[in-house]
């Protein structure tokens, strides 16, 4: 009886201490910055006996999601259990950050300042209102004085006593004044007392703001060995943004070139400053589509005049449908509203995810809109020309293309386009990996002037032993160059192109095309043009279309 007595005494000594509660502040490490969320990361400080505890973090965000909360404790620990509580919170010590505590104190001195002020002037008042009752005293006195002098003094004792009324009076009164101007000028002190006092408040409450309408964290942990332990804890919260912003200035000339002014605009609405972060940018979007979406090709055909007219009958009767009574059409459409409609892709970014590290902590409030920070300048050689649509434009625009070989990625974002010292306007730069080329515009040349006429378009039928339909089109294009400078123009145009054997194209050009099909852009025709200052380049283009009797040009 005694041994096991003695055995089960020397586990409870050698057992660490069990279930004790503490309570700590999470304060902001590091913040990954997604399009439209974020992931923040609190570390949690304590310094722990061995054992089994309970942490309860006060303080954490009211909006915070349970489904991305993660913590992350370091080796010789284990996390247990862990609730977030939002209505019935648990009393928790006053875990004021020193900033808070600086702050009531500033807030309480002052209004001990304003106290001590307010007690001053009205000290101040008091000799103002004992002057006045001296200055009331002397006239009464003068006056019951007065009767009494007019009866039975001689005029020399009225001389008198008018003079001693005078007097004092007139020293009162100035005792009066200088106490008046006194507490004029105590009340213009406390005025700026009150200021001050005004300021402190605001940033007593900007510093409490985060903490309003907060949520509490409550885990278990057991430490194996006593000491310091930081728990992480992770949590994705959403209302935070960030895009990458440029000033793109291009210098044209015989030496062009290109510098990028680098910056990043962040907002975030979170509940909880970050103060003293650090800053990570992320083009990842975790809250958009993970899977491709499905293609569907398109079903193309020709049709024979013969199918096209019972087509236009179809449509007919279609009309004539309309006439039909309320049950059936409502009958019909309900048929067709079952019918599966067909799916398009929707147009989305598809680059690799890059992300940015900050250099050096930073402070984002809560609240904030657009808060920007400069990131680097970005030198680069450029290509410039001239770009010409005739079909489409009265004027050409200027283009640059320029390298990435900065050896990083370019984010995409928003940029700032300057030509020449001049803004043009805004544009958007897409995801540029290291070493790729991109085309970018830099706005109007409204000296360099378009025309495009059509003199002559035909259509009729050719063929000696066949028939045939065939539709020709000639079209004249004209650069005039009105800038003063030489420029060297791209110009662009398009012929029609076919994917039928019965149906045929051709084309000439005066001068020659440069390039066919840029890109796999099928129709699409450009000419390299050296169109001088005060000069004027002419391109004709001709094109034919041949088609069999029998079928309908679409």
Not at 152 to 159: C, F, P, V
């Amino acid at each position: 009886m005694f041994r096991l007595f003695l055995t089960t005494s020397l586990i409870a000594l050698a057992a660490p201490s069990l279930a004790d509660t503490f309570t700590a502040e999470a304060r902001v490490d590091t913040v990954t910055i997604y399009p439209g969320l974020a992931t923040v990361t609190r570390q949690v400080t304590l310094d722990l006996p061995a054992g089994q505890h309970e942490i309860i973090v006060p303080g954490m965000p009211e909006g915070l999601s349970t489904e991305g909360l993660r913590l992350a404790a370091p080796a010789g620990t284990q996390v247990g259990a862990v609730n977030l509580a939002f209505d019935r919170l648990p009393v928790t010590p006053d875990q004021s950050a020193p900033e808070v505590v600086a702050a009531r104190d500033e807030v309480e001195r002052l209004e001990g300042v304003l106290r001590d002020r307010a007690a001053e002037i009205a000290q101040i008042r008091l000799r103002v209102q004992a002057a006045e009752e001296q200055v009331a005293f002397l006239q009464s006195l003068s006056q019951a004085n007065a009767g009494e002098a007019l009866g039975a003094a001689s005029i020399a004792d009225i001389q008198a006593l008018a003079q001693m009324v005078g007097s004092e009076t007139l020293a009162v009164r100035e005792t009066a004044f200088a106490a008046e101007q006194e507490a004029k000028a105590a009340e213009l002190a406390r005025q700026d007392d009150v200021e001050a006092l005004q300021e402190a408040q605001q940033a007593l409450a900007a510093l409490l703001a985060p903490e309003e309408g907060g949520a509490v964290l409550t885990f278990t942990l057991a430490v194996a060995a006593a000491g310091e332990v930081t728990v992480d804890v992770s949590s994705v919260e959403g209302f935070a943004n960030w895009s990458p912003v440029y000033d793109m200035r291009l210098t044209t000339g015989d030496d062009a070139a290109l510098d990028v002014d680098r910056a990043v605009v962040i907002s975030q609405q979170t509940g909880q400053d970050w103060n003293d972060v650090q800053l990570i940018l992320s083009t990842a979007r975790p809250g958009e589509q993970i899977a491709p979406s499905g293609v569907w090709a398109p079903l193309r055909q020709i049709i024979s005049e013969e199918e096209l007219d019972r087509e236009r009958g179809a449509a007919m009767l279609s009309d004539s449908m309309r006439t039909m009574s309320r049950s059936v059409v409502s009958d019909f459409a309900e048929e067709v509203a079952q019918a599966p409609m067909p799916m398009t892709a929707q147009a989305d970014f598809s680059g690799a995810t890059v992300t940015y590290v900050y250099p050096g902590p930073v402070d984002i409030r809560n609240g904030v809109e657009d808060l920007r920070l400069p990131l680097d300048t970005l030198n680069f050689e450029a290509d410039v020309w001239a770009e010409a649509v005739p079909s489409r434009d009265q004027i050409a625009y200027r283009m640059a293309e320029f390298t990435n070989d900065t050896g990083e990625v370019m984010l995409p974002g928003q940029a700032l386009i300057f030509a020449d010292g001049t803004m043009i306007g805004f544009s958007q730069l897409p995801l540029l990996a290291a070493g790729a080329d991109t085309e970018m515009g830099f706005g109007p040349l409204d000296g360099l002037r378009l025309t495009r006429a059509i003199p002559n378009k035909t259509t009729g039928d050719v063929g000696v032993f066949t028939s045939a339909n065939q539709l020709t089109e000639q079209a004249i294009m004209t650069v005039e160059n009105l800038t003063g400078q030489n420029w060297d123009v791209k110009l662009r145009d398009a012929v029609p192109y076919s994917e039928q054997d019965d149906l045929e194209v051709a084309f000439t050009a005066s001068p020659a095309v440069t390039r066919r099909n840029p890109d796999g852009l099928r129709g699409i025709l450009e000419w390299d043009l050296d169109v001088p200052a005060g000069e004027k380049q002419e391109v004709t283009l001709d094109y034919t279309l041949t088609w069999p009797n029998g079928f309908v040009l679409r």
